[in-house]
């Protein structure tokens, strides 16, 4: 069935079944393959443009696009948002587009440049401007990369010279990085500054500092423009919009932050945004989201599908005020109703709200008593609100995030079940949680509205099939039992259709059958829901031959909640893992109070880190460590016998995180060396007098 329009609303969806395997496709080696229960077979023949247009026909004078403006009186963001309307942004990205139009017409886009299908570069942090190119590129036919903020000069510009950028919209922070690298970027031909460029002479007939910025560009070959100044130029030299015809068309470069080498660059079509964004419409129609918060990255492929959802159904996005610990702040004040994160966010709010239930007192006492009651309604029947706690209790927690939150998402990586539980029970709304990745649009499974069961990630979204794999290696087949376990295949709508000039990755990626492998174990249940437990590649070999998978045990220790971060190391040249572990500020604190026999505040981060430092301490983690691998069931082997407690966080600036936080492993091996040696000088040792 081909359809140009989403169904918006589903009766009742299932819990009992949720997916089925379809008959006749087993095959030796491979469960069979599985379909959503509900909608089996969907497809579209949108594209991005069509996305837009369905939410600006819907709400063409409600709030699109908002931000805190920067209030000059205070030297502080505003206490409001300032808004675009769907129409002013129809306006906006006609005028952004127009404008480059002209700069290409004048010849300042370089040689051999079409009026379409040509690309731009984005390399901002969440903000309204952002969207807008990325909209202006998509009724022009053109074609949008995106860069982490946070990505240094080396990764910048192996993205923009792999990607062909003929122009970057970045804001000042970045134009030294450009134009101290211009040599290396021969494509790169014109930069729009995004924030105001504008510097008052310090002595009369000195040149401004816009002045001096746009000489540099011109000394480099590149030419320089205001964000102000290119719409001006749009307007005055309006052109038609020409959108694209054919939703297999690429609409975009996603560059995957892998923990080694250099990223990939996935190729986005427009079908896989179009199709990604309408599938949230189905999940949508208990709790349609008027409005959300933007903070997770937009190079990222989850916020891209979120705020396509979001823009075709005439909602709401909010920019955060670009740094995360005001988030809260921000969500206070803007009120969301829809809540996207991952799991270092929910992490940390489940984290701050435990502290306080395991707190002394009555206070503690009364939020006990209050979770615990819910939890209880909640296994019972999914029940997800309570008369008087809500009102007595929860509506503090609530307001954390503003007080309207209905519906909060979380992917990116695992999540405990019991943080998705806490967060229901005291949220009084939906947490679900979804699996994807950027070969697959961000989204290949999702749980069921109302489904109390969790520690998965639901069944396949309509129009998408799975089967899994065999992984005889790591000991997981579809002959398994409770449950067939194997590497995740896909296929699909969602499946992007390859890696941008690099062929062989591609057919290493995707079979001759079109199925996406997926490089995670996953199993399947009765229902058809979808839980991640393992990846294939991640095997490490002791020194006694025994094999390790060391993500998936790194996982179960990590779940602990006195940990921030957690990384578990293992040596093919030793016999067993050590670990390094950034503990949590707030539930830590009272814990190691306890060990040292002297009170430190969770703000006293200087405390806690010469806390860490106490042999005793690092024992009795150690001690927890040993509970959590007997709970498992892990092997001996497997429990780091050395562990390095430390309060400096694993970060994109130190070297150790990914632009999407996952360790960069291999970096971390080589900046921590010492710290692992240490380790397991120390580990020898205590083995050597045992």
């Given amino acids: 069935m081909v359809i140009t329009h989403f169904p918006e609303k589903v009766e009742k969806w299932p819990v009992d079944v949720q997916a089925l ?20 077979d969907l497809t579209t023949q949108e594209t991005t443009y069509d996305v837009f247009s369905v939410g600006r026909q819907k709400s063409p004078n409600l709030p699109c696009l908002g ?6 009186n205070t030297g502080d963001f505003a206490k409001h948002f300032e808004w675009l309307t769907y129409a002013q942004v129809e306006e906006l990205r006609t005028a952004v587009g127009s404008g480059l139009t002209k700069l290409l017409q004048e010849g300042k886009l370089g040689e051999g440049v079409g009026h379409t299908h040509w690309m731009t570069a984005i390399w901002l942090q969440n903000r309204p401007e952002f969207q807008i190119i990325d909209q202006a590129s998509v009724a ?14 080396a990764s910048a510009h192996y993205v923009l010279n792999h990607s062909e950028s003929r122009v970057c919209f970045t804001t000042s922070s970045h134009l030294a990085s450009l134009l101290n690298g211009a040599a290396e970027l021969p494509k790169l031909k014109t930069i729009v500054l995004v924030d105001s460029r504008s510097f008052s002479p310090r002595r009369p007939g000195e040149l401004e500092g816009s002045q001096v910025a746009e000489q540099w560009a011109a000394s480099k070959g590149i030419t320089l423009v205001s964000w102000n100044d290119l719409i001006e130029l749009g307007r005055k ?4 919009h020409t959108p694209p015809t054919d939703n297999k068309e690429t609409a975009a470069l996603c560059y995957t932050s892998g923990t080694t080498g250099h990223p990939k660059a996935a190729i986005i079509t427009h079908a896989q945004l179009a199709y990604s964004g309408g599938l949230f419409l189905n999940y949508f129609d208990e709790y349609p989201p008027e409005m959300m918060l933007s903070y997770l990255p937009l190079a990222h492929i989850y916020e891209r599908i979120l705020e396509a959802a979001m823009l075709r159904m005439g909602g709401s996005i909010g920019f955060f005020s670009g740094d995360v610990t005001r ?26 709200i435990s502290a306080q239930a395991d707190g002394p007192g009555l206070k503690g006492k009364l939020l006990r008593t209050a979770i615990n009651a819910k939890l209880a309604n909640h296994d019972k029947d999914a029940t997800l609100t309570h008369a008087f706690y809500d009102r007595l209790v929860f509506r503090k927690v609530r307001d954390v995030l503003g007080g309207r939150v209905k519906l909060m998402l979380t992917g990116s990586a695992p999540i405990r079940p019991d943080v998705i539980k806490l967060l229901r029970v005291c949220f009084s709304c939906e947490v679900r949680e979804g699996y994807g990745q950027t070969e697959n649009s961000g989204i290949c499974v999702l749980m069921n509205p109302g489904d109390k069961v969790v520690g998965n990630c639901g069944p396949p979204l309509s129009g998408i099939e799975i089967k899994l794999r065999d992984c005889p290696e790591l000991g997981y087949t579809a002959q398994d039992k409770p449950f067939p376990r194997g590497e995740l295949l896909s296929r699909g709508q969602t499946v992007f259709p390859g890696y941008l000039k690099d062929e062989a990755k591609t057919k290493e990626t995707i079979d001759e059958e ?23 590649k991640n095997l ?3 020194s006694q031959g025994e094999y390790i998978a060391i993500e998936n045990v790194e996982q179960k220790f990590a779940a602990h909640k006195l940990l921030a971060q957690f990384w578990l190391y293992a040596d093919s040249r030793e016999s067993h893992t050590v670990a390094i572990a950034v503990p949590e500020p707030d539930p830590f604190a009272p814990w190691v109070s306890a060990i040292v026999g002297r009170q430190i505040a969770p703000t006293d981060l200087e405390g806690l880190e010469k806390a860490c430092q106490e042999p005793k301490v690092a024992k009795s983690f150690l001690d927890e460590l040993a509970k959590i691998g007997r709970q ?5 082997f497997e429990i780091p016998k050395a562990l390095k407690l430390r309060m400096d966080p694993f970060s994109i600036e130190n070297g150790l995180l990914t632009p999407t936080f996952k360790v960069k492993r291999q970096d971390a091996a080589k900046l921590l060396k010492k710290d692992l040696d240490d380790l397991y000088a120390q580990s020898n040792g205590a083995s050597a007098k045992l």
């Fill in 67 to 72: 931000h805190r403006p920067w209030d000059s």
């Fill in 21 to 40: 395997p379809v008959p006749g496709t087993e095959r030796p080696g491979y469960t069979p393959i599985w379909r959503n229960a509900t909608r089996p």
């Fill in 327 to 352: 988030l809260v702040e921000d969500a206070g004040i803007l009120k969301p109703t829809f809540f996207p994160g991952v799991p270092r966010v929910f992490n940390r709010i489940a984290g701050l």
């Fill in 540 to 542: 490490v070999k002791t």
């Fill in 237 to 240: 030299n309006l052109v038609g």
């Fill in 140 to 153: 022009y036919s053109r074609q949008v990369v995106s860069l982490y903020d946070s990505y240094d000069d």
């Fill in 632 to 636: 498992h069931k892990l092997r001996g």
């Fill in 514 to 536: 079109g199925w996406l492998h997926s490089g995670d174990v996953a199993s399947i249940d009765e229902a058809g829901r979808v839980s991640i437990i393992d990846r294939v």
